[in-house]
Structure formats: structure tokens, C-alpha cells
């Protein structure tokens, strides 16, 4: 069964930078639009960043000039790369993206497992 598979979470400092990844596990026909959420505590979760197949970008308001999506068609990854990290970036990120598994199926919303950002002193 395909999975999305992040990584690149973890604790930083203030300012600090993280970069985290998401990929497929298994095999798939193509990828349509991919993204970023996040959830912290007590919060609904929110679309962070999100990137179509052909490059076009959308970011929430709170992290425009901070924090970068960017995509791997080759490798089917997506990437956000995030710096000036407040504390206010705490939350789990989720990867999200539309998958079609072969060629005659339709396109399916996959979600990651999740990873904790968390962004303190």
C-alpha cells in the first residue's frame, strides 16, 4: 500500500532552519498537486504551502518570506524548507498529496504519518 513518508522534523532554536521531505513509498503513475499542513495543540489543522505539478506555489499569510515548497518530479519528493523558525511554527506537519496509483485509476488525497516541529529556546 502506498504511504507518504516525511521526514526532516525535529527541535530548533528560534531563527533556525529545518528542511523536511515527503515522498511515496511504493510506486505510482504521476503526482498532481502536493503540500504542507499543520496542526499544533488545541489548533485545526491548516494548509501551510502547497505546489502543482508545475511549479505554481501558494503559502498561508504567516510564513510567506520564510518558508519554501518546493518539488522533485524526478524523485517524486516534496520539500519545505523552512527558516527564521518562530515558536508560533510548533505544530506537526503533515505532507498531502494527490496521487494517481496507475494509469487508468483517478487521482486519490494521500496524508503522511506526521512529524513534530517543535521551535524553542
Known amino acids: 500500500q502506498v504511504q507518504l513518508v516525511e521526514s526532516g522534523g525535529g527541535l530548533v532554536q528560534p531563527g533556525g532552519s529545518l528542511r523536511l521531505s515527503c515522498a511515496p513509498s511504493?510506486?505510482?503513475?504521476?503526482?498532481?498537486?502536493m503540500g504542507w499542513h499543520r496542526q499544533a495543540p488545541g489548533n485545526q489543522r491548516e494548509v501551510v504551502a502547497t505546489v502543482t505539478s508545475g511549479g505554481r506555489t501558494n503559502y498561508v499569510d504567516s510564513v510567506k518570506g520564510r518558508f519554501t515548497i518546493s518539488r522533485d518530479n524526478a524523485k517524486n519528493t516534496v520539500y519545505l524548507q523552512m527558516n527564521s523558525l518562530k515558536p508560533e511554527d510548533t505544530a506537526v506537519y503533515y505532507c498531502?498529496?494527490?496521487?494517481?496509483?496507475?494509469?487508468?485509476?483517478?487521482?486519490?488525497?494521500?496524508w503522511g504519518q506526521g512529524t513534530q516541529v517543535t521551535v524553542s529556546s
Open positions: 511504493g510506486s505510482i503513475f504521476s503526482i498532481n498537486i
Open positions: 498531502n498529496a494527490a496521487l494517481k496509483l496507475t494509469r487508468v485509476s483517478d487521482y486519490s488525497a494521500y
